[in-house]
C-alpha cells in the first residue's frame, strides 16, 4: 500500500545508535572499533533515508486528525444529528478520495497508528448502538444500507480505505434484547477489525454526579461488553459530551460493578483532534466533528466545514510518514512534540 519502509531502521536506533549493539556495553566494548564504526554509519544513513523518505511525503504526524461523530444512518433522517444512507456514503467517500485511512480510536489513543505515506488518519465513532449502524442477516453478512455496509462497500471501491470504526455502545445493543444476540453481533465487530468503546450502560449525563455515581456508569458499561465479548474497552465517549466534575474520573474509577482503566475520554463535538504525539494532545477530553454539511452552526464547526479547513492547511493536517516506529515532522513543529515519544521522533 506504498508504504515507506527504511531497512535496518530500528526504534531505538533512531536516538541511540550505539544502543543498536545486541550485546549492550559490555558486548561494545570488545567489538572491533571497525565494525562499530560501519555499524554507526549504517545507522546514521538510515536515518537520513527515513527523513528524506518522511520529508517527500511532507509527513507531519503532530498534525490535527478529525474524530468524526455519527449516530443513526436511516432513510429521510429528522433534524439533527441522523443523516441517510446517501449523505453518510458521500462522506466516506470524499474523505477516501482525500487520502483518509480510518484508524479506530483504540488505535488513537495508543498512538498505534499504521497507515501508508502521504495519507491522513481518521477516526469514525457511532454512539448509542443504533440498529442502523450495525445491521446482519441470518449468515452474519452486514444489510447494504446499514452503515457498516457502506462502510464495507466504499472500502471495496477504495482498497486504502480500512472498513474500520469505533461503536460507542449503550445496553440498547443494536436492538439486540438476547445475551448470545448480543454477543453474536459485538463478536462480529471484533473479528472484523473494529472497536468497541464504552458510552455508559444507561447513557448517563455524568456532569454534576459524585465520583461513585461516575464510576458505576462507567464501569457498568466497561462490564457490560466485557462480560460479552471478554474484551474490555479502552475509550469511552461522555454521553451528551459532559465530563464530569473532576475530567480523570472519566479514565480511571472503581465501583461495585468492577473497575476500570481508560486511555481516552471523547467528548461530543466541536474541533479536530491533535495528534497522540502532541503535547497538545488531552487524553481527558479529546473533542470529536458532527457529521453535518454547511449549514446554521455547521457552517464552521461541522465535518463538511473542518474537512474543507483541513485541506487548505495540510500543514496542519496529520500526515504520515508511513512507517509506524517513527513520529516524523519538520523541525520546525518539534517544540510542540511530546516528551513521552522523544524515542520515536523524526525531525526532517
Not at 455524568?206 to 461516575?214: C, M, Y
Not at 486511555?263 to 491533535?274: K, V
Not at 458532527?290 to 473542518?306: I, L
Request: proline share 8%; glycine share 8%; with cysteine.
Amino acid at each position: 500500500m506504498g508504504r515507506i519502509r527504511v531497512a535496518g531502521l530500528g526504534l531505538v536506533c533512531l536516538t541511540l545508535a550505539a544502543a543498536c549493539s545486541s550485546g549492550g556495553d559490555d558486548a561494545a566494548k570488545r567489538e572491533d572499533p571497525q565494525v562499530q564504526a560501519k555499524k554507526m554509519a549504517a545507522e546514521a544513513n538510515a536515518r537520513k533515508a527515513a527523513m528524506a523518505a518522511a520529508a517527500r511525503v511532507k509527513a507531519n504526524e503532530l498534525g490535527q486528525i478529525p474524530v468524526i461523530m455519527y449516530h443513526r444512518v436511516v432513510k429521510n433522517p429528522p433534524p439533527g444529528d441522523d443523516l441517510s444512507p446517501e449523505q453518510f456514503r458521500a462522506e466516506l467517500e470524499r474523505l477516501a478520495a482525500e487520502k483518509y485511512v480510518p484508524i479506530t480510536a483504540a488505535e488513537y489513543v495508543t498512538g498505534k497508528i499504521d497507515i501508508p505515506a502521504g495519507m491522513h488518519p481518521v477516526v469514525l465513532t457511532f454512539d448509542d448502538a443504533s440498529p442502523s449502524q450495525v445491521a446482519l442477516d441470518g449468515m452474519g453478512n452486514p444489510l447494504p444500507d446499514s452503515a457498516v455496509g457502506i462502510l464495507l462497500d466504499v472500502a471495496k471501491k477504495y482498497p486504502h480505505f480500512r472498513p474500520v470504526a469505533t461503536f460507542f455502545v449503550t445496553r440498547d445493543l443494536f436492538g439486540k434484547t438476547r445475551k448470545e444476540e448480543q454477543m453474536q453481533v459485538l463478536q462480529w465487530l471484533k473479528d472484523h477489525g473494529f472497536d468497541i468503546g464504552n458510552h455508559t450502560k444507561d447513557h448517563v449525563n455524568l456532569l454534576g454526579k459524585s465520583r461513585e455515581q461516575v464510576a458505576e456508569a462507567i464501569a457498568a458499561g466497561q462490564a457490560m461488553v466485557t462480560e460479552l465479548i471478554n474484551t474490555p474497552p479502552v475509550t469511552l465517549a461522555l454521553p451528551y459530551g459532559n465530563q464530569p466534575s473532576k475530567k480523570e474520573w472519566a479514565l480511571q474509577g472503581k465501583a461495585k460493578s468492577g473497575e476500570y482503566k481508560l486511555y481516552g475520554a471523547f467528548l461530543a463535538g466541536y474541533t479536530p483532534a491533535a495528534s497522540p504525539f502532541s503535547k497538545d494532545f488531552d487524553p481527558t477530553g479529546i473533542p470529536r466533528i458532527r457529521s453535518k454539511e454547511k449549514v446554521g452552526d455547521c457552517k464552521q464547526f461541522c465535518s463538511a466545514a473542518w474537512l474543507d479547513w483541513l485541506k487548505a492547511n495540510p500543514s496542519e493536517r496529520y500526515t504520515s510518514d508511513g512507517n509506524p516506529n517513527t513520529v516524523a515532522f519538520p523541525k520546525f513543529k518539534a517544540p510542540f512534540a511530546a516528551p513521552a515519544y522523544a524515542s520515536r521522533a523524526l525531525p526532517y
